[in-house]
């Protein structure tokens, strides 16, 4: 059965960074593209990036470009989130995401900017 596990998450400071991973398993990673999800309390769940099956296209949530960006390694079966110059706002629980057919989540990770 389909299987994301994100990692990665923890308190930072304003400014500060942190990468996330999210480790794949139970299809064909190479064949799908995958995404990352955020949802801050009493908010919606966002799209924040996304990136193609072979890592060649990437597309970004307005609030988050240039200052993330989506990667995978399809011989690990993981797909990554650096997250640079982190703000306040950027505070959620980060998920990760694939569709086939039904989409599927990982159980997610906190991300908490504070100073």
């Known amino acids: 059965q389909v299987q994301l596990v994100e990692s990665g998450g923890g308190l930072v400071q304003p400014g500060g960074s942190l990468r996330l991973s999210c480790a794949a398993s139970?299809?064909?990673?190479?064949?799908?593209?995958m995404s990352w999800y955020r949802q801050a309390p009493g908010k919606e769940r966002e799209l924040v990036a996304r990136?193609?099956?072979?890592?060649?296209?990437?597309n970004y949530a307005d609030s988050v470009k240039g200052r993330f960006t989506i990667s995978r390694d399809n011989a690990k079966n993981t797909v990554y989130l650096q997250m640079n110059s982190l703000k306040p706002d950027d505070t959620a629980v980060y998920y990760c995401?694939?569709?086939?057919?039904?989409?599927?989540w990982g159980q997610g990770t906190q991300v908490t900017v504070s100073s």
């Open positions: 139970g299809f064909i990673f190479s064949s799908y593209a």
């Open positions: 995401n694939v569709v086939q057919y039904v989409a599927y």
């Open positions: 990136i193609t099956s072979t890592g060649s296209g990437t």
